[in-house]
């Protein structure tokens, strides 16, 4: 059980990783006219981990993902973004799927966790930067998490209906 749980984790990150490269093959910049604003594909695994698996799996999904994608393709600075936003947008995540149904939906969670993500890169850019001024630009992210967080959540969704059909214990 072990083994097949260490195999669905890597399998996890691999596949986020992937997603991650994708997404800078196609950036948004021609469609939404805003600096630095991702779909967030690989928040898909996230949520997927968390839903599926336990927390501590979608956390070492998320470690895993960050310093990987972090080493392949980014810097100091992307590794310390990715992994502000990625454990903000873990925890917030982690705490409304407890509330799911009584609070809100899977696409709920998402959208929150897309917020907390922009919420957790900016608060990245204060201590990187030294500098109050960047916060000026979270609205604007916060404003764009609520459409990013719904493809991400109803692609999740799709998913996880989709996996249903499969025999999915670990």
């Known amino acids: 059980m072990k083994a097949k749980k260490l195999t669905l984790c890597g399998m996890l990150t691999a596949l986020a990783i992937v997603l991650s490269l994708v997404e800078r093959l196609f950036p948004l910049d021609a469609v939404v ?45 992307a590794f310390l973004f990715s992994l502000f936003g990625g454990l903000l947008s873990l925890a917030v995540m982690w705490l409304l799927l407890h509330a799911e149904g009584r609070f809100c939906s899977l696409l709920g969670v998402s959208v929150a966790g897309a917020a907390a993500h922009n919420i957790g890169q900016i608060a990245a850019a204060v201590i990187w930067m030294q500098t109050g001024a960047v916060v000026a630009y979270l609205p604007v992210l916060l404003v764009m998490s609520v459409p990013l967080g719904l493809v991400t959540g109803l692609t999740c969704s799709i998913v996880l209906s989709h996996m249903q059909k499969i025999d999915f214990n670990v």
């Open 33 to 77: 006219p805003v600096p630095g604003v991702k779909l967030g594909l690989a928040n898909v695994v996230t949520l997927f981990a968390l839903t599926r698996l336990s927390a501590r799996d979608a956390l070492a999904v998320l470690l895993c993902r960050v310093a990987l994608a972090s080493l392949l393709m980014g810097s100091v600075t």
